[in-house]
């Protein structure tokens, strides 16, 4: 990855989310706006970032939400299709990537069982 590891990112994110619920926004508006901070340009450049984000943003959907978005779960579904395990390998350490490939295996356990809003 470019400017971060693995475990900054998900800190920055998960602070940042926290950050803006003790500003006073509603979850679902704290989601929003720690999700648009953390998407990095030109996208194609930043795929693996973007994925470490969507799927914490999903993460945190979950728990504060109780729902996942459905144009969240497209996104994320749509991403692993276009993510290979090289690309993964190649941008992240070795236990990051394990780590990485855990949370996946949680998630994807998690989304199982979890609520999709689909918003009209």
Do not use: R
Request: aromatic letters at 12%; a negative charge; hydrophobic letters at 40%.
């Amino acid at each position: 990855m470019k400017n971060w590891n693995y475990q900054e990112l998900i800190n920055a994110i998960d602070e940042t989310f926290n950050d803006q619920l003790l500003q006073g926004l509603k979850p679902w508006e704290a989601l929003g706006v720690t999700s648009e901070n953390f998407i990095f340009y030109p996208l194609e450049d930043y795929k693996v970032e973007n994925f470490i984000t969507l799927v914490q943003s999903i993460f945190l959907s979950i728990k504060h939400l109780k729902f996942v978005y459905a144009t969240n779960l497209e996104k994320y579904n749509n991403q692993k299709k276009l993510l290979t395990k090289e690309e993964l390998k190649k941008n992240l350490l070795q236990q990051e990537y394990d780590l990485f490939i855990t949370q996946i295996g949680e998630l994807e356990l998690l989304l199982a069982s979890s609520d999709i809003k689909h918003v009209p």
